[in-house]
């Protein structure tokens, strides 16, 4: 059974950083996806960052590019996402997200809503 805990949320002022971790059990990194996704209530799951965890080739979300970095620590079974320069319009409820299904190596963001698992969330607050 693939259980998913995210752990890392908060609330920061804007220009501020967070770290968010994932830490999976029951899961093997074997050429699949895991990834980070947000959801606003009310709105449809946006989903933010990528990895591929064969390589760790990493897809982001053009509304973070260049402030999220999302790694993997195959040793701990953990993916982390690391958000810089935050902003009031990243606020939101994040989720760690997870496949079992073999990947081609491409993990973009717009998939990763729908991977199969998924952990609670962890609830993410910027403040201008």
């Known amino acids: 059974q693939v259980h998913l805990v995210e752990t890392g949320g908060g609330s920061v002022q804007a220009g501020g950083s967070l770290r968010l971790s994932c830490a999976a059990s029951?899961?093997?990194?074997?050429?699949?996806?895991m990834g980070w996704f947000r959801q606003v209530p009310g709105k449809e799951p946006e989903g933010v960052a990528g990895?591929?965890?064969?390589?760790?080739?990493?897809f982001y979300a053009e509304s973070v590019k260049g402030r999220f970095t999302i790694s993997l620590d195959s040793a701990k079974n953990t993916v982390t996402l690391q958000m810089n320069s935050l902003k009031p319009e990243d606020s939101a409820m994040y989720y760690c997200?997870?496949?079992?299904?073999?990947?081609?190596?491409?993990?973009?963001?717009?998939?990763?809503?729908?991977?199969?698992?998924r952990g609670q969330g962890t609830q993410v607050t910027v403040s201008s």
């Open positions: 029951g899961y093997t990194f074997s050429s699949n996806c």
């Open positions: 990895i591929f965890t064969f390589g760790g080739s990493e």
């Open positions: 997200a997870a496949s079992t299904k073999a990947s081609g190596g491409y993990c973009p963001p717009t998939i990763i809503g729908s991977l199969e698992y």
